[in-house]
């Protein structure tokens, strides 16, 4: 009885019971199969393998069950093995090895997202710029101060005369507790979007999807007759979560345009699926303004559908060849929460 390796497969000594009565009779049945040499030929076996995991014996198996050669699958210490006649074994193998060459690559792998910028402190420095202005210059609404007063998302205000507080509420906080929540949430989303639309790119998206947010939900109270206020920048922070989940879901589908392979419903909408996964884990607690939350995530969902329709367009363009455009939809972004503020105060 001899015991070979299939080719890249490390050789084992391994012991081998001997075929059994009906498999010996299998064998002689078999004679005239490919590889075969008639009725006269000997009975030794030849083992190829071992191999790991079981799927993987299996397949061969199937592949000398295609050929009608006779075979069997043993397990050894040492692994699964296949057993076929001494004289089948060069046909055996051949045909294994043929196997493996046309499936080597299949199925094929899913490339990974490369990151269109490289990492940077923007949103860390932008949502710590909020923590130190809510320590030093407005501190919690407890105190009512003026800046809560021009400042707050006001439903009827928003949409009348005033609806610059959609964008200075982001900027105001209840407590210590409710800027840190929203200061490492923040950060943590706000720099994921970073890694797709750069940081200018993503501070415009995330303040515009925040501003939207918080003039829909205003709408949406003043719809219904609510006196309604609301202050935080968690309406934004969904907002970065929104962008996330659409942005990736255009990504899939290029690459499913791209490579033909075609994904299940599922599938397609699982990063929405996670985006309002994350909607209620982190965004459902009793103080919280759900209708922002909601509208903030619908947002930047939207905002997100039509930047995912650039990044597909653009996929091939250098991460770094535009920076003068990053700067400029940063400096519109901290325009708008600037100027939002100059007409908060002067109103």
């Keep these: 009885m001899g015991v070979r390796c299939a080719e890249?497969?490390?050789?084992?000594?391994?012991?081998?019971?001997?075929?059994?009565?009906?498999?010996?009779?299998?064998?002689?049945q078999n004679s005239?199969?490919?590889?075969?040499?008639?009725?006269?030929?000997?009975?030794?076996?030849?083992?190829?393998?071992?191999?790991?995991?079981?799927?993987?014996?299996?397949?061969?198996?199937?592949?000398?069950?295609?050929?009608?050669?006779?075979?069997?699958?043993?397990?050894?210490?040492?692994?699964?093995?296949?057993?076929?006649?001494?004289?089948?074994?060069?046909?055996?193998?051949?045909?294994?090895?043929?196997?493996?060459?046309?499936?080597?690559?299949?199925?094929?792998?899913?490339?990974r997202e490369r990151p269109r910028h490289p990492p940077s402190m923007v949103a860390g420095v932008a949502f710590a710029a909020l923590a130190l202005f809510f320590f030093l210059v407005t501190g919690p609404a407890s105190g009512g101060g003026r800046l809560?007063?021009?400042?707050?998302?006001?439903?009827?205000?928003?949409?009348?005369?005033?609806?610059?507080?959609?964008?200075?509420?982001?900027?105001?906080?209840?407590?210590?507790?409710?800027?840190?929540?929203?200061?490492i949430s923040g950060t943590v989303f706000a720099s994921a979007v970073q890694r797709r639309l750069g940081p200018g790119g993503a501070a415009l998206a995330v303040v515009a999807s925040g501003a939207i947010g918080n003039f829909a939900n205003a709408l949406w109270h003043h719809s219904l007759g609510h006196h309604h206020a609301s202050i935080g920048?968690?309406?934004?922070?969904?907002?970065?979560?929104?962008?996330?989940?659409?942005?990736?879901?255009?990504?899939?589908?290029?690459?499913?345009?791209?490579?033909?392979?075609?994904?299940?419903?599922?599938?397609?909408?699982?990063?929405?699926?996670?985006?309002?996964?994350?909607?209620?884990?982190?965004?459902?607690?009793?103080?919280?303004?759900?209708?922002?939350?909601?509208?903030?995530?619908i947002s930047g969902a939207a905002i997100g559908v039509v930047a995912g329709l650039s990044l597909r367009k653009h996929a091939t363009t250098s991460r770094t060849s535009r920076p003068l455009v990053q700067v400029a939809l940063g400096a519109t972004a901290a325009g708008l929460v600037l100027g939002a503020w100059q007409l908060a105060l002067r109103a």
């Excluded at 030849?46 to 699958?73: D, N, Y």
């Excluded at 055996?92 to 490339?111: K, L, M, T, V």
């Excluded at 994350?278 to 922002?292: H, I, T």
């Design 8 to 28: 890249g497969e490390r050789f084992v000594p391994i012991a081998i019971l001997p075929p059994t009565r009906g498999e010996r009779a299998a064998m002689i």
């Design 148 to 183: 809560f007063q021009r400042g707050a998302s006001v439903a009827d205000l928003v949409i009348g005369p005033e609806p610059w507080r959609a964008i200075t509420a982001l900027t105001l906080h209840a407590d210590s507790a409710h800027v840190l929540g929203n200061m």
């Design 233 to 297: 920048a968690s309406t934004a922070v969904f907002g970065a979560i929104g962008l996330l989940a659409a942005t990736q879901l255009m990504l899939d589908r290029a690459h499913d345009k791209d490579s033909g392979e075609k994904r299940h419903l599922l599938q397609l909408v699982a990063p929405l699926v996670g985006g309002v996964s994350l909607l209620g884990a982190l965004g459902a607690s009793p103080r919280a303004d759900l209708g922002a939350h909601v509208f903030g995530l």
């Design 32 to 111: 005239d199969a490919p590889g075969g040499e008639g009725e006269g030929h000997g009975l030794g076996i030849t083992a190829i393998g071992p191999v790991m995991p079981e799927r993987k014996v299996r397949e061969w198996a199937l592949v000398l069950q295609s050929s009608e050669l006779w075979h069997a699958v043993r397990y050894t210490q040492a692994g699964w093995v296949l057993l076929v006649r001494d004289e089948d074994y060069a046909f055996a193998a051949s045909s294994i090895d043929r196997y493996e060459a046309e499936n080597r690559d299949w199925p094929p792998r899913r490339p």
